[in-house]
């Protein structure tokens, strides 16, 4: 299997070396020249989500150095439980916040360090990655790359804008992971990423990579859940379901009209969208444009200007894609209430990403059979959640074990060299 650039300006390359580069080299992204169909799936003999995982995945590397390791890269990293939960009137909960910082991030970030680590190994190469994080990304990269010998990762965040939960996940690793408090934005955090990849001397002594959600080791192997929760709720129900996505980048809904267009059993996809409207604004009029983002209670959804619209836009000519495309806004008010109603008539809990989900399922897709992704487990954001729900929301044992450990960082001025003392 070959993988083009989004902007067809650059020769195509094979698995590793597009999960190396990221981006590529003409600044498009990668996407995969074909798609497998997963027919020949032996769904009876596959006994666990890491099986499936790597039976899907496989035709993706065909042909790469890492073929050969890639069901050992899929038990290592898909180690946790991924259920589907029953919800109300054939609806269920894909739960995606089993692993270790409770959000569907770990999902491609493990699958990442593993990849890596392995083809580092292979080329006797060693790389430091840099992230600049404005709270959940970091977390997961970090809690995936810790402890891999070959990587080490730099973590930047802005000092007092993260939650006290997220700057435990980011500081409490130690060994491979450095983690800096910068006294600066979010944004002098992005730029002090950027100086540092372009002072070349420096990106070339250190081997400087990134690991941000556009890299196809992230999104290849978010497609595989989708595989499995529509073939499991055709197996209980007799029927395709409707997938709701709460979408920020759409990397995740992206990994789903993979599955799709490979034939999974679904019968469509619906994105939920927080406040920031610009993929239903273009449905509406036809113009794509992005913007500025605003914020929002689902805040890891704050995005303005999804980057891998650029993948939706490569697999759908432009008429078919409003066309397939469905999406709703999901005001702040709204969210807050939905985690309210849920709660009330079931007992279950709803993080506020989940809630825009459930919200476009009850407005719009209610009666019908439908699966909503929840992409964060509630207790990461209890801020918001509990005062809805007025109960405390209990914190899953593998956020806990995080929550108890040593925290580590070292506070620095906004100046990239400082990375490097
Ligand atoms: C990143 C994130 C999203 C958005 O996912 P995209 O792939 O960027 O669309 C939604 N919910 C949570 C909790 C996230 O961390």
Not at 126 to 149: E, M, N, R, Y
């Amino acid at each position: 299997m070959q993988y083009r650039s989004t902007r067809n300006n650059t020769e195509p390359v094979g698995a590793s070396d597009a999960i190396m580069q990221g981006l590529a080299p003409d600044g498009g992204l990668y996407i995969p020249e074909s798609f497998p169909s997963l027919i020949h799936l032996p769904y009876g003999e596959i006994s666990s989500y890491a099986e499936l995982a790597y039976e899907v995945l496989a035709p993706f590397f065909e042909g790469d150095e890492l073929l050969a390791d890639l069901a050992e890269i899929c038990v290592e990293a898909f180690d946790f439980p991924v259920p589907l939960h029953p919800l109300s009137d054939e609806a269920m909960v894909l739960e995606l916040f089993w692993g270790p910082t409770a959000a569907f991030k770990d999902f491609g970030a493990r699958f990442l360090a593993s990849s890596m680590e392995r083809i580092l190994a292979k080329r006797g190469e060693q790389l430091t990655i840099l992230v600049a994080t404005s709270g959940d990304t970091g977390g997961a990269v970090a809690a995936a790359f810790a402890g891999k010998q070959r990587i080490k990762v730099k973590v930047l965040y802005p000092k007092g804008r993260v939650s006290a939960r997220q700057q435990q996940q980011l500081t409490c690793w130690g060994g491979n992971i450095e983690a800096y408090e910068v006294d600066g934005s979010f944004d002098d955090c992005q730029r002090m990423v950027k100086e540092a990849f372009m002072d070349t001397g420096l990106s070339m002594a250190h081997n400087l990579s990134s690991a941000n959600s556009i890299n196809l080791g992230r999104l290849l192997p978010q497609s595989v859940y989708y595989v499995y929760a529509s073939q499991l709720y055709n197996g209980a129900y007799g029927k395709r379901p409707t997938i709701i996505i709460p979408s920020g980048n759409v990397g995740n809904a992206t990994a789903a009209y993979w599955a799709l267009t490979m034939g999974a059993p679904i019968k469509e996809i619906a994105l939920a969208v927080n406040e920031n409207r610009t993929i239903v604004d273009y449905l509406e009029s036809g113009t794509y444009a992005g913007r500025a983002s605003v914020q929002t209670l689902a805040n890891a959804m704050d995005v303005g200007a999804p980057s891998n619209m650029e993948r939706l836009f490569a697999l759908y000519p432009t008429d078919e894609m409003r066309a397939s495309l469905k999406a709703w806004s999901v005001s702040d008010e709204a969210i807050r209430e939905t985690i309210g109603e849920v709660y009330r008539e079931s007992g279950y809990i709803l993080c506020p990403h989940t809630a825009t989900a459930e919200r476009v399922r009850r407005d719009h897709f209610a009666g019908e059979g439908a699966i909503i992704v929840s992409t964060a487990h509630p207790a990461k954001f209890e801020e918001t959640v509990e005062p809805l729900i007025g109960a405390t929301v209990e914190v899953p044992p593998q956020l806990a074990a995080l929550l108890d450990k040593r925290s580590e960082y070292q506070s620095i001025e906004a100046d990239y060299h400082l990375l490097f003392g």
